[in-house]
T-cell receptor, first 112, second 114 residues
Framework: RKEVEQDPGPFNVPEGATVAFNCTYS??????FFWYRQDCRKEPKLLMSVYSSGNEDGRFTAQLNRASQYISLLIRDSKLSDSATYLCVVKRRGGSQGNLIFGKGTKLSVKP | EPEVTQTPSHQVTQMGQEVILRCVPI?????FYWYRQILGQKVEFLVS????????KSEIFDDQFSVERPDGSNFTLKIRSTKLEDSAMYFC????????????FGPGTRLTVL
């Protein structure tokens, strides 16, 4: 089983739509959780961290369910500029310096 | 805003040649990382580096790979004898003081092995 799994998409939505991405992780020792955004052939950029209580940043809402080992990202009122690949990322607990484990990403395409 | 920089942006090399990819992490950061992304695949961790030594490495990071911080600003990844399957984007990242801090990624070096 892959350590971080995501629906690869693509999700093709019209401007203004609400879209939700899901992610599951297999390692219960995972400590920290993030959503990164990656534009084509560019570096991953942190979109937001994900907290157990759920958190919101403008049009973006992230939720974490540790019992189900499930992470979600909701994008409201989607914009053309939201078109990108969204990467679910976890970091393990432990003595290491904390490398990031990436999902393969979910591709979003927002159309006019 | 401080950022991680990487050079070159694109490196083309022949199989069996040595390449050195260069990174300048954010200046007050203490933790450094290399990741790679084969075209169409996920981003994969290679190695982390702290206090002038490797703190963790993945299975991918075999004897062909090495990292070095030759001076106070640069962080390099060397591949001794490149293989076709080393073709990928290589991303450098850095984080500030603890392993729980956000990792900031550089723009990447596209390595093409012919």
């Amino acid at each position: 089983r892959k350590e971080v799994e995501q629906d690869p998409g693509p999700f093709n939505v019209p401007e203004g739509a609400t879209v939700a991405f899901n992610c599951t992780y297999s390692n219960s020792a995972s400590q920290s959780f993030f959503w990164y955004r990656q534009d084509c052939r560019k570096e991953p950029k942190l979109l937001m961290s994900v907290y157990s209580s759920g958190n919101e940043d403008g049009r973006f809402t992230a939720q974490l369910n540790r019992a189900s080992q499930y992470i979600s990202l909701l994008i409201r009122d989607s914009k053309l500029s939201d078109s990108a690949t969204y990467l679910c990322v976890v970091k393990r607990r432990g003595g290491s310096q904390g490398n990031l484990i990436f999902g393969k990403g979910t591709k979003l395409s927002v159309k006019p | 805003e401080p950022e991680v920089t990487q050079t070159p942006s694109h490196q083309v090399t022949q199989m069996g040649q040595e390449v050195i990819l260069r990174c300048v992490p954010i200046s007050n950061h203490l933790y450094f990382y290399w990741y790679r992304q084969i075209l169409g695949q996920k981003v994969e961790f290679l190695v982390s580096f702290y206090n002038n030594e490797i703190s963790e490495k993945s299975e991918i990071f075999d004897d062909q790979f090495s990292v070095e911080r030759p001076d106070g600003s640069n962080f390099t990844l060397k591949i001794r004898s490149t293989k076709l399957e080393d073709s990928a984007m290589y991303f450098c990242a850095s984080s500030a003081r603890t392993d729980t801090d956000t990792q900031y990624f550089g723009p990447g070096t596209r390595l093409t092995v012919l």
